[in-house]
């Protein structure tokens, strides 16, 4: 691997290490939320409109300039992504409204492993899903699964 | 009939969690195979607009009562939470799924819930018990294997 392709990997675990981070605080602070304001589907729906307005607002020159050559293929891909999203999130409170922490928990905790089926199936010319990267998938599921009945 | 009813919705709640599961999975995979042409930030914004046309279509379904009963301060919460959640969470998520890919971006950021028991340790005063060490070291070494690959 040469420097700028370590260079890019590095940031990218990086990345994915502050994004886990900071949906960890999230959660604290959907906690406060949920504990004194609003129940969870309503604080997620309100979250996720105040990040859009952010979000768009601070990239509005960028997303103005590239949603005009866009093709139809990647906006429906990432609209459906972002779909898919709030269907997990919806799915998510909803299971837990139904049933206990106990089953939902370690159901939703599976998706790193569909993302690497799915990611095996339809990003095959994309991206290599390896032998290792299935087996500290599942590591870190079991993992995950420890933590959560820890906590 | 009572027992019937509790199996309905345990049914129903794995049925719902299969749906989480299935989309969150997705997502990552969907964005990674739309994100060829265009920048993260575009991606980042065009996402949380059917994310939020999505949720609120359920919100308002579920909670229409709840919604215009709100109190001014709820909203800074929303915020903040919108601040954190999706401008620092999700573009830094969609940078590392365009850089290392959906599968490997995936298997590290589903280490949530061990920063979480982390922050809770730390500002909810929680104890840290075997499986909470156990579960800590599991996520380390998958890490580990996923982040050294060559």
């Known amino acids: 691997m040469n420097e700028t392709a370590k260079k890019i990997t590095y940031y990218g675990f990086l ?11 999230s959660a604290l602070v959907g906690k406060k939320i949920t504990d004194d304001f609003s129940s969870p589907m ?3 729906a309100f979250s996720i409109l105040f990040g859009l307005v952010a979000t768009g607002s601070m990239f509005f020159r960028t997303v103005s300039k590239e949603a005009r050559y866009l093709s139809g293929r990647s906006w429906v891909l990432i609209g459906l992504s972002g779909c898919a999203s709030a269907l997990g999130v919806s799915g998510w409170y ?16 599976v998706y790193p492993l569909i993302t690497i089926l799915a990611a095996s199936l ?20 079991i993992g995950v699964l420890f933590v959560g009945f820890g906590t | 009939m009572i027992i019937y009813g509790i199996k309905r919705r345990l049914i129903t709640g794995i049925l719902l969690s299969l749906m989480a599961a299935l989309g969150f999975g997705l997502s ?6 739309g994100m060829s042409s265009v920048s993260v930030k575009t991606a980042t914004v065009i996402s949380l607009i059917s994310s939020t046309a999505v949720t609120m279509i359920v919100a308002f379904l579920l909670h229409y009562e709840e919604i215009f009963s709100l109190s001014p301060v709820a909203f800074i ?6 601040l954190i959640t999706f401008l620092g969470g999700r573009f ?21 819930p061990l920063f979480a028991a982390i922050l809770a340790v730390i500002f909810l005063d929680e104890n840290i018990g075997v499986m909470l060490g156990i579960g800590t070291a599991m996520i380390v070494f998958g890490i580990t294997l996923v982040v050294i690959q060559e």
């Open chain 2, 77 to 82: 919460w929303f915020i903040l939470a919108g």
């Open chain 1, 122 to 141: 339809f990003l095959r010319g994309i991206e290599k899903v390896t032998k290792k990267t299935v087996a500290g998938a599942i590591i870190v599921v």
């Open chain 2, 28 to 33: 990552a995979v969907l964005v990674k195979a």
């Open chain 1, 42 to 44: 309503v604080a997620s």
């Open chain 2, 92 to 112: 830094l998520n969609f940078h590392a799924i365009s850089l290392v890919g959906a599968s490997k971006a995936s298997a590290v950021v589903s280490a949530t």
């Open chain 1, 94 to 109: 909803l299971a837990l409204n139904v049933t206990q922490v106990v089953v939902v928990a370690p159901i939703v905790a």
């Open chain 1, 15 to 25: 990345f994915a290490v502050c994004a886990a981070f900071l949906y960890a605080l």
